[in-house]
């Protein structure tokens, strides 16, 4: 019975072994950029910060600016006058991309609400990155934006890292992000 016990402990504790280190082999794989990804990144940002269809916004915290462009402008009458705060709970419809790091293009969807599939996501302003969240409180219910967030404002020099499954929705360090935004609701004020 012992010998069993052992055999059984012994397999277990090989197998996850086993599996833990292949994970954290191809985890740590994806985290590796150099210079030249950095660079790419920061140049397709500065080409949307040089073209005059959008606007600059400096961030709530003063960390830099993102830049947006309204996708369907609304007429007065459509808009309400209800403002987002930091503190704010909201409902919207988004998507995210993010540059795939071999084609070098604007291509990689890291996250969406699945419009119009889904009900629109529910979330604390103060819960997502700095740049998305001071879109945010310049946004109101009816408007559609598009959002560029340099990577400083975005997921950082670490990109989005789930640290309990390990896996990430932005793998890439120094990414910048692009989001179309469309507010629905102030859930609370």
């Not at 590796?32 to 916004?57: G, M, T």
């Not at 459509?78 to 909201?90: A, K």
């Not at 969406?112 to 103060?126: C, E």
């Amino acid at each position: 019975m012992m010998k069993k016990l052992f055999y059984l402990l012994a397999v277990i504790a090989c197998t996850g072994a086993m599996f833990s280190s292949c994970s954290s082999d191809d985890d740590d794989d994806i985290y590796i950029v150099d210079d030249a990804w950095q660079a790419d990144n920061e140049r397709v940002f500065n080409e949307i910060a040089q073209n005059p269809e959008y606007k600059e916004l400096k961030s709530k915290s003063n960390a830099g600016s993102i830049y947006y462009k309204e996708l369907e402008p609304k007429s007065p009458a459509t808009l309400t006058e209800e403002q987002i705060f930091y503190t704010s709970t909201v409902k919207v419809y988004y998507y995210g991309m993010s540059m795939d790091i071999t084609s070098r293009k604007m291509e990689y969807l890291f996250d969406t609400s699945d419009y119009p599939l889904r009900d629109p996501a529910t979330f604390a302003v103060s819960g997502v990155v700095d740049g998305f969240a001071t879109a945010l409180q310049f946004m109101h219910p009816g408007e559609r934006w598009e959002i560029w967030i340099p990577w400083k404002l975005g997921y950082g020099s670490t990109g989005n890292r789930d640290s309990y499954s390990g896996s990430s929705k932005v793998p890439w360090a120094y990414s910048t992000l692009k989001f179309e935004v469309e507010v629905v609701e102030i859930v609370e004020e």
